[in-house]
């Protein structure tokens, strides 16, 4: 079987693709429907030529990305994320659909600045860090699989759908976008390179879940005010003012008043006193 290969980088394009570099027609946007400042969703779209006789029987994707976290815990984290599907019919295109989940193995440390754990996985400097000496997509791929999931900070494209067009069939419809000449990108790229093409598109939305942080002093002081001595203030006023009050009030339980000191002192007064009378007696 071959191997059709196409990266957005030159150097990789030079340094794998030889006879397997295939050049597609490729459109990606970001999306923000809030318009918040937040992308909600990636619209990815590629269109393969293919040559007479060539058949699709799997495509994969690998998607690249940095994360900014800026609220609460600051980091900058890159990332990626594998889409892909396999078929045993030829297949015309590929449409799938998921969200991307992101992952931890330990919480962010607690830092005035931004935390950056890793550098970008594919280096412009070092570009082919996990070939071992040999640069073929055979050996590339899986090397790149296991150093992204070797990493503590991860993003797995999660709840995915994928949608298999086989050949002969109506294509899926995916993202697209109008051009100049009123007809959509898929469209206009099928009629330029060519009736034999493999459509991919993919949508892959921002899931937002917890991220895992090491507080500061401050963040640490505030929520204990917040959760203990604010609440230990509002107790011990009900407690004081209100339970107590209303228990001894009513006398719900068994009470006694006791006066400490006075009873002894008058003894002694009384014991002093008579003492000087007997004295008083005794000259007389």
């Not at 396999?86 to 449409?95: D, T, Y």
């Not at 970008?120 to 050996?139: C, F, I, K």
């Not at 939305?205 to 204990?224: I, K, M």
Request: proline share 6%; aromatic share 12%; with cysteine.
């Amino acid at each position: 079987p071959l191997s059709l290969f196409f990266s957005s980088s030159s150097k990789m394009n030079t340094a794998l693709g030889g006879e397997a570099l295939r050049i597609p027609v490729v459109k990606s946007r970001e999306v923000d429907n809030n318009l918040d400042g937040v992308f909600d969703s990636l619209e990815f779209s590629a269109v393969m030529p293919l040559a007479p006789g060539e058949a699709v029987l799997s495509a994969s994707l690998f998607l690249f990305f940095e994360l900014r976290f800026t609220k609460w815990a600051k980091a900058v984290v890159h990332s990626a994320g594998l889409l892909g599907h396999a078929s045993p019919l030829p297949g015309k295109g590929l449409h799938v659909d998921g969200a991307l989940d992101f992952g931890q193995t330990k919480p962010f440390p607690a830092r005035s600045g931004f935390f950056m754990p890793y550098g970008p996985l594919l280096d412009e400097a070092n570009m082919l860090p996990w070939t071992r000496g040999n640069a073929s997509l055979q050996h590339f791929f899986p090397n790149l699989v296991r150093e992204i999931q070797s990493r503590n900070y991860t993003t797995t494209v999660g709840r995915s759908l994928a949608y298999w067009t086989a050949s002969g069939q109506a294509l899926a419809s995916g993202p697209s976008w109008a051009t100049s000449s009123g007809q959509s990108l898929l469209d206009e790229a099928a009629s330029t390179l060519g009736a034999s093409t493999f459509n991919f598109t993919a949508i892959v939305r921002n899931n937002p879940g917890p991220v895992l942080y090491v507080p500061s002093v401050s963040e640490v002081l505030l929520d204990a005010w917040v959760k203990y001595l604010a609440v230990l203030v509002v107790v011990a006023l009900v407690l004081d003012r209100g339970f107590c009050a209303f228990v001894f009030q009513y006398q719900l339980v068994d009470t006694y008043e006791h006066v400490e000191g006075g009873a002894s002192k008058a003894g002694r007064a009384q014991g002093g006193s008579f003492l000087a009378n007997r004295f008083r007696a005794h000259l007389a």
